[in-house]
């Protein structure tokens, strides 16, 4: 039996509430880390927007509101965070024989997906472009 919306809840749950714990553990810790890193790339005030794509678009894919939008946030989120702390690792292997940027790699490729299909029909929002 083949069930595409559930395959949909499902990958919007795990990409939500995995990439949720990273940013509770950013409203604990701050964003001062982040802030230093951006430093070199422009005003230290983007690190805030770092709630955004870990907290407000996990909270969207898991409930599926506006899950286009939330993946693409998802997606500049990844990018970003590939940019400021991963460059030097996107050509190179972990210590296990993977990728080493295997797991935001992941959530990129996941809001990609979520991107171009949208939430299904286990969705809040369903019946708009920004489903």
Do not use: C, Q
């Not at 395959?7 to 880390?33: D, E, N, Q």
């Not at 599926?64 to 998802?74: E, I, N, P, Q, W």
């Not at 996941?110 to 019946?127: D, N």
């Amino acid at each position: 039996m083949r069930n595409v919306n559930v395959g949909l809840l499902i990958l919007r749950i795990s990409l939500g509430v995995l990439m949720l714990f990273h940013g509770i553990a950013k409203l604990i810790t701050g964003v001062a880390g982040i802030a230093g890193m951006i430093d070199d790339y422009g005003p230290t005030f983007l690190a805030y927007g770092v709630y955004i794509g870990e907290i407000i678009a996990p909270i969207f894919l898991i409930l599926g509101f506006r899950t286009r939008l939330a993946g693409l946030v998802y997606v500049a989120t990844m990018l970003v965070a590939v940019l400021i702390a991963h460059l030097g690792d996107i050509t190179s292997l972990s210590k296990a024989g993977g990728w080493a940027i295997e797991l935001p790699a992941l959530y990129f490729f996941g809001g990609l997906a979520l991107f171009f299909t949208g939430g299904g029909k286990l969705a809040v929002s369903r019946k708009n472009k920004w489903d």
